[in-house]
């Protein structure tokens, strides 16, 4: 199965990365990123809202350090939170610095919504707008916009701490809309992506801009809803392959980067790998896909103003 992609900027990105999402037990997220960069992994995704950048930072140093793996080696991406956007260069200097490196290998929107940087009465940031604030919809910016942020992160590369930009949370609309405005092309769009939320619009618009898709919760996150699939077994028991991995091939297969998020050992090791599946498996997994997919977003954040998924 193919292993590598390539960006629009020549880049080589590896097709399976390690997912850091809500690995932020201090311990277990440099454990994971040191037990995955063994395994073979040569692709870790962590974001700043994540708040496990130091840790992560932390996992790959020590593996460089013990020679498993050199800097130039790996694929780093970090992402910009909705607070930053009006002025990405700061806060990609602040990534950078709680990670340890010298530069990123790629540098996310990590959602297509500026916010106000607020502090709550103890000083702590506050990072999403309260659901319980009377006066939550003051925290959604209405002087900026995403196509402003792409301008500010367009020239993020030239500073040397990021080799590419790109988007992430982007729907069909928002990504067409951003690539037709004739700038720079992201090089990746990362989104919530699997057999139950196939995203294929946004596939074909991702593809006819030359755009990498990459996958979060391929699983679909935590209560993992994905593997409990029945249709998805069957092809799993028929290839005798974990469901998990059925689920990674078919991403990849599709042109996907997928991103699964495990800290546990003997997963992170097995879900590497990816097979190329039989044909026809590939193409009843798809059919059922675009018949079944759609309403599984099932990590869609609280947080989102109202009707975000369906204004564009
Ligand atoms: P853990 O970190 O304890 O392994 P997603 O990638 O969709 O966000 O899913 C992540 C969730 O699925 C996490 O709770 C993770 O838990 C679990 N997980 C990761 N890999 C596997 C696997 N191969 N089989 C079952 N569960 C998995």
């Not at 992994?41 to 932390?58: L, S, V």
């Not at 809309?177 to 992506?193: H, R, Y």
């Amino acid at each position: 199965c193919t292993t590598t992609f390539k960006l629009n900027t020549g880049a080589t990105i590896p097709a399976v990365g390690l997912g850091t999402w809500n690995s932020t037990d201090e311990k277990e997220a440099k454990g994971a990123v040191v037990a995955a960069i063994k395994a073979g992994y040569r692709h870790i995704d962590t974001a700043y809202i994540y708040r496990n950048e130091k840790q992560i930072g932390e996992g790959i140093k020590e593996a460089i350090n013990s020679g498993l793996v050199k800097r130039e080696e790996l694929f780093v991406t970090t992402k910009l939170w909705c607070f930053d956007q009006t002025d990405p260069l700061p806060a990609l200097e602040g990534s950078i610095e709680r990670l340890g490196l010298d530069y990123i290998d790629l540098y996310l929107m990590h959602w297509p919504i500026p916010i106000h940087k607020r502090e709550d009465a103890n000083g702590n940031l506050i990072w999403q707008p309260p659901l319980d604030d009377p006066n939550r919809a003051e925290y959604f910016r209405k002087d900026w916009d995403f196509f402003k942020t792409w301008e500010l992160m367009s020239k993020l590369p030239e500073s040397g701490l990021t080799k590419a930009v790109g988007v992430s949370n982007f729907t069909a609309g928002r990504l067409e809309a951003l690539c037709s405005k004739g700038k720079l092309i992201p090089a990746c769009n990362q989104v919530q992506l699997h057999p139950l939320l196939p995203e294929i619009e946004l596939l074909e618009v991702a593809n006819k801009y030359g755009v990498i898709l990459e996958a979060y919760s391929p699983l679909g996150s935590q209560n993992t809803p994905v593997l409990k699939n029945e249709f998805i077994s069957e092809i799993a028991k028929k290839n005798d392959i974990p469901a998990a991995n059925v689920i990674f091939s078919w991403i990849v297969s599709r042109g996907i980067v997928v991103l699964p998020k495990s800290v546990k050992e003997a997963r992170i090791v097995s879900n590497l790998k990816t097979i190329d599946l039989p044909k026809e498996d590939m193409e009843a997994l798809t059919e059922y896909a675009s018949r079944n997919g759609g309403p599984a977003r099932v990590a869609t954040s609280k947080w989102l103003p109202e009707g975000f998924w369906e204004e564009y």
